[in-house]
């Protein structure tokens, strides 16, 4: 099973919304990472995660909470986003030093 | 710091031809390079990487890359294009410096496009 997955696929919120997106993984992999994409643009690192403690935080707002409650889970809590932040949000996993294996990306739009 | 570049927004191949996306990139130290392709609306696939070893590396799909240390190159090549490789390809390299060591830096991507 080399598949991470991404819930939701879509997702549209307004600027004072409180919302999550979800990720999962079931390859042992200790290694969990948060980019953001824009269309036609190369991925933007976020956040990294390594035994399911925060290890990278690419200076990114506070209105982006992660969270990785286990080593199979990955959360970002989305609140009071601005619409400058709609874009595709890729979740992947490796192990460490490997290659990442991406989900299928949550797609968010800020209205 | 690590960097990769690629040189080419769009690359135009028939169908049938040969094709190669470019690829550089500067490490300070041994590259860990990857490549990837992203479909339009969906995420990006793993197709290969080079690590250490043999300069020819062989991928999924029928792709392959050739690592050339003394031009700072990892070109991505196929014998014969098909049209469903169409898609935006990423080369990537390995942070070695980040934290967590594992983290990608992703170059601008190219944009294959292939025709029937």
């Known amino acids: 099973d080399t598949e991470v997955t991404q819930t939701p696929k879509h997702l549209v919120m307004g600027m004072t919304n409180k919302k999550s997106l979800k990720c999962e993984q079931h390859?042992?992999?200790?290694?969990m990472y948060w980019y953001k994409q824009k269309a036609k643009k190369p991925p933007e690192l976020m956040f990294v995660?390594?035994?399911?403690?925060?290890?990278i935080n690419e200076s990114v707002p506070s209105r982006f909470s992660p969270e990785c409650p286990n080593s199979s889970l990955l959360n970002l809590h989305l609140h009071a986003l601005q619409p400058e932040d709609s874009a595709l949000y890729l979740c992947a996993s490796s192990h460490h030093g490997g290659e990442l294996f991406f989900g299928e990306g949550s797609r968010l739009t800020v209205l | 710091a690590q960097s990769v570049a690629q040189p080419e927004d769009q690359v135009n191949v028939a169908e049938g031809n040969p094709l190669t996306v470019k690829c550089t990139y500067s490490?300070?130290?041994?590259?860990?390079l990857f490549w990837y392709v992203q479909y339009p609306n969906r995420g990006l696939q793993f197709l290969l990487k080079y690590i250490t070893g043999d300069n020819l590396v062989k991928g999924s799909y029928g792709f392959e890359a050739e690592f050339n240390k003394s031009q700072t190159s990892f070109h991505l090549k196929k014998p014969s294009a098909l049209v469903s490789d169409s898609a935006l390809y990423f080369c990537a390299v390995r942070d070695i410096g980040s934290q967590a060591g594992t983290a990608l830096i992703f170059g601008k991507g190219t944009t294959l496009s292939v025709s029937s």
């Open positions: 995660y390594s035994y399911e403690k925060l290890s």
């Open positions: 490490v300070s130290g041994n590259p860990y």
């Open positions: 390859m042992g992999h200790r290694a």
